[in-house]
């Protein structure tokens, strides 16, 4: 286990509910940008993490999986926790009590969030999972060629780079397209594209089916990009024991093409009350 770079918003009363924001692969807490201070305004305390080998973490090794980046999570959210109680939650010892209020995972970072649940019991109370991938339905070999790429372009020429996503993605919000830039250049590539090519197995269904919290799964359209398609994506639908699913008219990273409509069906989902 490492300890994370982290970035937060909100108030830092320990008495406020905490939110925990994961993102996705070759991403950073950054792309949280807009997402942290709308759910501070909403009256959370709000952190967000690198992962390993992303952002100002620890660079990563290869085959290290999910279960291996929860734990890094975990031990995060223990040593930024205020008070003994809240601290021994984040290791699954206190029962009746949660670590982490709402935890939203983007991608890899869902990936991360049931594993986590998996493994600590109790960890969060309320959980979003935003277009995760499924594992029969993305070329992960070319998903690692992709990300080499890419990372490469945003080191050698940063700027050409954000003017191409700029006029790629009119919809992003302004700066946009510069943090991506800047997630990427600070990606350790090498790493993340020699675990993809490992293809270490996970079960998807299998994990979500564990969880008994509710779950906002939150979807993009399989027709704009979404990671999670097919038989994968019927799969989890229906291996969520406290689920409520919606789809946005967006691509792979919903809470940046489609910010307003991931907020409200958050907000929808968290004004109606979690089942006893």
Do not use: Y
Request: aromatic share 4%.
């Amino acid at each position: 286990m490492v300890r994370l770079a982290t970035r937060s918003w909100g108030d830092g009363d320990p008495g406020r509910p905490l939110a925990l924001l994961v993102h996705g692969i070759t991403s950073s807490a950054r792309t949280w940008w807009l997402v942290g201070p709308a759910l501070a305004e909403r009256g959370f305390r709000v952190l967000a993490v690198d992962l390993r080998g992303h952002g100002e973490s620890p660079r990563g090794a290869v085959g290290l999986g999910p279960a291996d980046l929860a734990a890094d999570v975990a031990e995060t959210v223990a040593a930024a926790a205020d008070g003994s109680t809240v601290a021994a939650a984040a290791d699954g010892s206190v029962a009746n009590r949660a670590a982490v209020d709402l935890l939203v995972g983007h991608s890899l970072g869902a990936l991360v969030a049931l594993a986590l649940l998996s493994r600590r019991h109790g960890f969060a109370s309320r959980v979003v999972l935003e277009d995760p991938p499924g594992p029969n339905g993305i070329d992960w070999a070319g998903l690692a060629d992709g990300i080499e790429h890419d990372v490469g372009r945003a080191q050698r020429e940063p700027e050409v780079l954000r003017a191409e996503l700029e006029a790629a993605n009119p919809a992003w919000a302004p700066g946009e397209a510069g943090r991506r830039v800047a997630d990427l250049a600070g990606c350790d590539a090498a790493t993340v594209a020699a675990s993809l090519r490992a293809r270490m197995p996970f079960d998807l269904a299998g994990m979500a089916a564990r969880v008994d919290v509710p779950i906002l799964l939150v979807l993009a359209e399989e027709a704009l990009g979404s990671n999670l398609v097919g038989t994968d994506r019927e799969a989890l639908v229906r291996a969520l024991r406290q689920g409520t699913t919606r789809e946005l008219p967006a691509g792979h990273s919903v809470h940046r093409e489609a910010l307003a409509g991931w907020l409200r069906a958050v907000d929808d989902w968290l004004a109606v009350p979690a089942a006893s």
